[in-house]
């Protein structure tokens, strides 16, 4: 089965931040990020059979994420910590391609809570220890929910990705060089993955996985020779 497809894309993005001093050693920081995805084409030889091109039906997404965290720092700047909520919402519309004859019109929209907080001890002038934890929302791009046409079909109704995230990292800092050793632990559910396939695929959501161990030991040399 033949296919002439075209397809046009429009994204726009809005970014805003702000911060506001409160008294001498904290802030509080927000931001809000804003983005827009329209999309619709044509398939010249479906049209040319006089057959339902549902290239011509528009996708959409739009997403919202927004971030408010309050940083503080005491003990003459040794102890450190910023402690922040955020928002994550998406609307999205498109039709799924289920098989060759079958499509399915999905509208769906979608909200998140997430949180972190982030903790740095400054435990000598040359040691630091940083810990962290967070629950994230990692929301689905215009890829993935409706795929590009040719080889990768698409799925509006998948899901965001959510984790939890541990962090735990200790820096060692010379005036010529630096090293730094962390570890980190992470359990994610609806994990978006794309299977394999000898044809088209379909991103699709994953139930659970855990990943845990070193994210990296490494030494850093400012040396001038």
Same mark, same amino acid.
């Given at each position: 089965?033949?296919?002439?497809?075209?397809?046009?894309?429009?994204?726009?993005?809005? +970014? =805003?931040?702000?911060?506001?001093?409160?008294?001498?050693?904290?802030?509080?920081?927000?931001?809000?990020?804003? !983005?827009?995805?329209?999309?619709?084409? &044509? /398939?010249?030889?479906?049209?040319? +059979?006089? &057959?339902?091109?549902?290239?011509? /039906?528009? !996708?959409?997404?739009?997403?919202?994420?927004?971030?408010?965290?309050?940083?503080?720092?005491?003990?003459?700047?040794?102890?450190?910590?910023?402690?922040?909520?955020?928002?994550?919402?998406?609307?999205?519309?498109?039709?799924?391609?289920?098989?060759? /004859?079958?499509?399915? &019109?999905? #509208?769906?929209?979608?909200?998140?809570?997430?949180?972190?907080? =982030?903790? +740095?001890?400054?435990?000598?002038?040359?040691?630091?220890?940083?810990? !962290?934890?967070?629950?994230?929302?990692?929301?689905?791009?215009?890829?993935?929910?409706?795929? #590009?046409?040719?080889?990768?079909?698409?799925?509006?109704?998948?899901?965001?990705?959510?984790?939890?995230?541990?962090?735990?990292?200790?820096?060692?800092?010379?005036?010529?060089?630096?090293? &730094?050793?962390?570890?980190?632990?992470?359990?994610? /559910?609806?994990?978006?993955?794309?299977?394999? !396939?000898?044809?088209?695929?379909?991103?699709?959501?994953?139930?659970?996985?855990?990943?845990?161990?070193?994210?990296?030991?490494?030494?850093?040399?400012?040396?001038?020779?």
């Amino acid at each position: 089965m033949g296919s002439l497809l075209t397809l046009t894309s429009h994204t726009s993005v809005v +970014r =805003l931040n702000a911060t506001q001093a409160l008294g001498a050693h904290g802030r509080l920081v927000g931001n809000v990020l804003g !983005s827009s995805f329209h999309r619709r084409g &044509e /398939d010249e030889i479906v049209v040319a +059979r006089q &057959e339902r091109d549902y290239a011509q /039906d528009p !996708s959409s997404l739009h997403k919202l994420v927004a971030g408010l965290a309050y940083e503080h720092d005491w003990a003459d700047q040794r102890w450190s910590s910023s402690t922040a909520v955020k928002y994550f919402g998406y609307t999205s519309r498109g039709f799924g391609k289920l098989d060759s /004859d079958t499509y399915l &019109e999905t #509208e769906q929209t979608r909200q998140h809570l997430g949180a972190n907080q =982030l903790l +740095r001890w400054q435990l000598a002038p040359a040691w630091a220890l940083k810990a !962290s934890y967070e629950y994230a929302t990692r929301l689905p791009d215009e890829y993935e929910l409706f795929g #590009e046409g040719i080889l990768v079909r698409a799925n509006p109704a998948l899901q965001p990705e959510t984790s939890h995230n541990a962090n735990l990292e200790v820096q060692y800092v010379r005036p010529r060089w630096s090293a &730094e050793v962390s570890g980190f632990v992470r359990g994610a /559910d609806n994990v978006i993955y794309q299977p394999p !396939s000898i044809r088209d695929t379909q991103n699709q959501n994953l139930l659970k996985s855990r990943t845990l161990g070193p994210r990296h030991l490494c030494a850093t040399c400012r040396c001038r020779y």
